[in-house]
Nanobody, 121 residues
């Protein structure tokens, strides 16, 4: 079994910062891309930021210059540093990982349970 455990969400005032963490545990042979998605009430889930195993990153335009994604491959953990938060960043944030489980010959996609981020104006 593979588990993604997120932490770091909460309530913050506009302009503040939060750091999300997501630790992947279980029989992981290899992790490829890791990412953060978010879903606001009444909206579709959207990709916020992604990082490859080699460290290449990409961001949705609305967070560029404010958010930073990073990963620690030794710890199978991905982070999302969120600065200059805005009320429109309010959403449930989900960790996502694509990887291969020991004994399985194809990649699978795994999701965390989500963590609430609320930004007050």
């Amino acid at each position: 079994q593979v588990q993604l455990v997120e932490s770091g969400g909460g309530l913050v005032q506009a302009g503040g910062s939060l750091r999300l963490s997501c630790a992947v545990s279980g029989s992981i042979f290899r992790l490829n891309a890791m990412a953060w998605y978010r879903q606001a009430p009444g909206k579709q889930r959207e990709l916020v930021a992604a990082v490859t195993s080699g460290g290449s990153t990409k961001y949705v335009d609305s967070v560029k210059g404010r958010f930073s994604i990073s990963r620690d491959n030794a710890k199978n953990t991905v982070y999302l540093q969120m600065n200059s938060l805005k009320p429109e960043d309010t959403a449930v944030y989900f960790c996502n990982a694509v990887g291969r489980v020991v004994g399985i010959t194809f990649d699978q996609t795994f999701w965390g349970q989500g963590t609430q981020v609320t930004v007050s104006s």
